[in-house]
């Protein structure tokens, strides 16, 4: 898979080396001399040019990207690059990183986005995962509102303790895909168990969040 990563700062950098790992072809991008800095990512192409110039994007030739990163530290340039990359240049996949919480409401679809990545959002999230037992924890938004990545731990007094995951009737735009036990990642079958102290993790759609906390206890 291509990649295309606007921002070479500390997070495209970091970013561009886990991609990197998993064996994808990775390029940074950025305008400012100082970040090109090729000895920190050998392995990526790297391109000293403006992210938000169409004749940029040519060279980088966007089209043959598979997904684009918008990760600079500027959301006015993170928003332009995600829009020149889903309508310029038809990228399947869009993410774009997010430096101001107030800015968030700006990174849907109209602007190309397909996942924008909040970090003190999700730095909350992961705050509230850590502590909370029994209560419905939203980590992670996909396509601005369709679907959202939650998490809840179950109770000891949870009313589906015991119960088969394939007896459970979940509602409706939702899926139980993973289940963190003892230190374990399970690929739920219709045979398991759900056990007390069960990580559950759902993809769903929000507007069903509300009966999924109710089916399953939340607080």
């Given amino acids: 898979m291509r990649v295309a990563i606007a921002g070479a700062g500390a997070v495209g950098r970091s970013i561009a080396q886990e991609l990197l790992e998993n064996g994808h072809e990775v390029l940074l991008i950025d305008k400012s001399p100082k970040a090109i800095k090729v000895e920190m990512v050998p392995r990526a192409e790297w391109l000293l040019a403006d992210a938000c110039e169409i004749a940029s994007l040519d060279d980088a030739a966007l089209e043959r990207c598979q997904v684009v990163v918008a990760s600079s530290g500027d959301d006015k340039v993170n928003l332009v690059v995600s829009l020149l990359a889903k309508t310029e240049y038809g990228v399947p996949r869009v993410v ?4 101001h919480p107030k800015n968030e409401w700006l990174f849907n679809e109209s602007w190309g986005v397909d996942v924008a990545v909040s970090t003190p959002r999700l730095l909350s999230a992961l705050v509230e995962e850590a502590v909370s ?23 000891e007094d949870a009313p589906l303790g015991g119960e088969r995951v394939g007896s459970v009737d979940w509602p409706r735009d939702t899926a139980l895909v993973a289940i963190l036990r003892e230190g374990r990642v399970l690929v739920p079958a219709a045979d398991d168990t759900l ?3 069960d990580e559950l993790m759902f993809v769903a759609s929000q507007d069903v969040e509300d009966e999924l906390a109710e089916l399953l206890g939340a607080r």
């Fill in 195 to 197: 056990e007390p102290g």
């Fill in 133 to 155: 037992v029994g209560d419905l924890v939203r980590l992670m938004t996909f396509r601005q509102g369709e679907a959202n990545l939650v998490e809840l731990t179950l109770p």
């Fill in 96 to 99: 774009a990183r997010i430096n």
